[in-house]
């Protein structure tokens, strides 16, 4: 083989081969090298968001403990309230419900005794 056939061989195909590249290259050189700067910038958000991980992680277990302790006393304080209630508010609701019912049985009884003098008046 002939030294000038190889040489020329591997220039055509380089030609060739590099018009190809060019011709089927899904984007311009100034396209692809926007999207590494995005790509880039998407690599930097994403070690911040990573940075911020611990923080958040941090804030949320304080946000966590706070709400917990706040439902803790809430619920203690709950308790506290219908203790008060059992022991002050119920004996008096149950005193007026006596009364009531007392007042009612005295209605009662004066109806009947109203109406047994107004039958004996009618009889009369």
Do not use: H
Not at 58 to 78: D, F, P, Q, V
Not at 92 to 105: G, H, M, N, R, T
Request: aromatic share 4%; hydrophobic share 30%.
């Amino acid at each position: 083989m002939n030294t000038k056939s190889i040489v020329s061989g591997i220039a055509a195909g380089v030609l060739i081969g590099g018009a190809y590249v060019l011709l089927t290259a899904p984007q311009s050189g100034k396209e692809l090298r926007e999207k590494a700067k995005r790509k880039e910038e998407w690599t930097a958000l994403n070690e911040q968001t990573l940075n911020k991980k611990d923080e958040i992680k941090e804030k949320w277990n304080e946000i966590s403990t706070e709400g917990k302790e706040a439902l803790s006393n809430l619920s203690s304080e709950m308790q506290r309230t219908y203790n008060r209630y059992e022991e002050e508010v119920k004996p008096e609701v149950q005193a007026i419900q006596k009364e009531v019912q007392e007042i009612s049985d005295t209605i009662a009884t004066l109806s009947e005794k109203i109406r047994k003098e107004a039958d004996g008046n009618e009889n009369k």
